[in-house]
């Protein structure tokens, strides 16, 4: 597949290796969560590297210093629930980062994403919204969260994931072509239950052990 040009292919190897464990099917609970955190925190760094800072003096022990502030605040926005999993390898980064919620569930035979939930601070309007989830597969319920956002005020969204696939990137990137989009794998494509071949699964199952 080309890469449409708002799609970056995150290739680092403190991504890869974990994801290994993820897609493994004799992967346990804690391994997988233990995995997820990681490439949490390795997303962040990617989709983060070019938000804007402003110059801030400091004084140390010795002499003033110019350092580094965000421009903006930042939103995390996991997809629950799965979306929680990436949520604790970016904390590690931004321990106080805010964080707003909202809930799609797929609707098992269709596909077609069921929202259910969404708490959106006001303070989206100014800040940069990372959109955060597992899985992009039909590309439905990154879709819908994201007008969400857009309808609530954010003018500067992106979205995150670990594995996606040809046709949620397709439909994403018409969807929302404003959107800078951040994926560890991009696999092979879908099954005729809308999963992701090879996938990992259900991540939101294999993360709550449910
Ligand atoms: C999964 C996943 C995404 C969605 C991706 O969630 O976490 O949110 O499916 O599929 P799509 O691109 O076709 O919309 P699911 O609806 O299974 O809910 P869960 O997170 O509660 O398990
Ligand atoms: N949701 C998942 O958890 N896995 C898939 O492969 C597709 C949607």
């Known amino acids: 597949m080309n890469l449409p040009p708002q799609v970056t292919l995150v290739t680092h190897p403190l991504a890869q290796v974990p994801l290994s464990a993820l897609r493994a099917e004799d992967t346990d609970t804690v391994r997988f969560r233990d995995a ?3 490439i949490g925190t390795v997303l962040l760094v990617e989709a983060t590297r070019d938000l804007p800072t402003a110059p801030v003096e400091v004084r140390t022990p010795l002499a003033m210093a110019v350092g580094a502030r965000w421009q903006q605040p930042l939103v995390l926005v996991p997809v629950l629930r799965a979306g929680l999993g990436l949520l604790d390898g970016m904390r590690q980064l931004l321990p106080d980062v805010t964080v707003a919620h909202v809930g799609i569930a ?13 708490k959106l601070p006001a303070c ?3 800040s940069v919204v990372l959109v955060v989830d597992p899985m992009l597969a039909t590309g439905g319920s990154a879709i819908e969260t994201i007008r969400q956002i857009k309808a609530a005020g954010a003018s500067e969204v992106r979205f995150a994931c670990v594995v996606s696939c040809p046709e949620g990137l397709d439909a994403l990137t018409t969807a929302h ?3 800078p989009i951040f994926t560890t794998a991009i696999d092979e494509g879908l099954n005729e239950h809308f999963y992701i071949v090879p996938g990992l699964g259900d991540a939101g199952d294999r993360y709550f052990a449910t």
């Open 177 to 179: 072509p404003d959107v």
């Open 124 to 126: 989206l309007k100014q």
């Open 36 to 38: 997820l955190n990681r």
């Open 106 to 118: 797929r609707n098992e035979d269709t596909a077609q994403p069921e929202p259910y939930y969404a």
